[in-house]
């Protein structure tokens, strides 16, 4: 089946520092979606990506849908305590249920 | 109540014993989704439901029954669970699993302990 890799796997930062993921796939998607789950939650969705080379911004976070469609890159600028979390990368494909998650990557900001 | 709510929030029991999960969304949408996480693992779908249809169902044992009655509210049937079925249970909700634009919305999640 498909499968993301989603890198890095955790990363730990100082507050006021930017901070870039990625995930890259073997398989074409034809969304991406950026969720972040806090302690004892379910995920919420930060950004949607419906077209090949699409950027876009969501407050301090942006997010990119690759041009070949099999990879994207969330950037978070100005890192704030609250951000903690963790952060899934997830592929769609075409027809039912077809949602493919990374593994996450945690974060954590010091203040 | 707004979103996707699912109850209860944790659940402890026991390989003999029957529970069930429920989910209810109040968002308007036709699919909803059980999922399974596991520490370390990326989220398993587990069953779909559109339009209170079963469309997919990944090869989950027999022990876990989904059961959707109307489209905002999806049950999760647990029957002689395993301690390794021990997860995060969440469900989600999207306005139409066909669509190529679709947005699943998950649920803050149940927390099973099996012992």
């Known amino acids: 089946g498909q499968q993301l890799n989603q890198s890095p796997q955790s990363m730990f930062i100082q507050e006021g520092e930017d901070v870039s993921m990625n995930c890259t796939s073997s398989?074409?998607?034809?969304?991406w979606l950026w969720y972040k789950q806090d302690p004892g939650e379910g995920p919420v969705l930060l950004i949607a990506?419906?077209?090949?080379?699409e950027l876009t911004s969501n407050g301090r976070l942006t997010a990119q849908f690759g041009i070949t469609r099999k990879d994207s890159f969330l950037n978070i600028s100005a890192s704030i305590p609250s951000d903690v979390g963790i952060y899934f990368c997830?592929?769609?494909?075409?027809?039912?249920?077809?949602?493919?998650f990374g593994k996450g990557t945690m974060l954590l900001v010091s203040p | 109540e707004t979103g996707v709510t699912q109850t209860p929030r944790h659940l402890v029991m026991g390989m003999t014993n029957k529970k069930s999960l429920k989910c209810e969304q109040h968002?308007?949408?036709?699919?909803m989704y059980w999922y399974k996480q596991s520490a370390k693992k990326p989220l398993e779908l587990m069953f779909v439901?559109?339009?209170?249809?079963?469309?997919e169902n990944n090869s989950v044992p027999s022990r876990f029954s989904p059961e959707c009655p109307n489209s905002s509210h999806l049950f999760l049937h647990l029957h002689t669970l395993q301690p390794e079925d021990s997860a995060l249970y969440l469900c989600?909700?999207?306005?139409?699993?066909?669509?190529?634009?679709?947005?699943?919305?998950f649920g803050p999640g149940t927390r099973l302990t099996v012992l």
């Open positions: 968002l308007g949408h036709n699919a």
């Open positions: 989600a909700s999207s306005q139409d699993a066909s669509l190529r634009t679709d947005t699943q919305y």
């Open positions: 997830a592929g769609q494909g075409s027809g039912y249920s077809t949602l493919t």
């Open positions: 398989s074409i998607f034809n969304t």
């Open positions: 990506l419906y077209k090949a080379g």
């Open positions: 439901y559109s339009l209170e249809e079963r469309v």
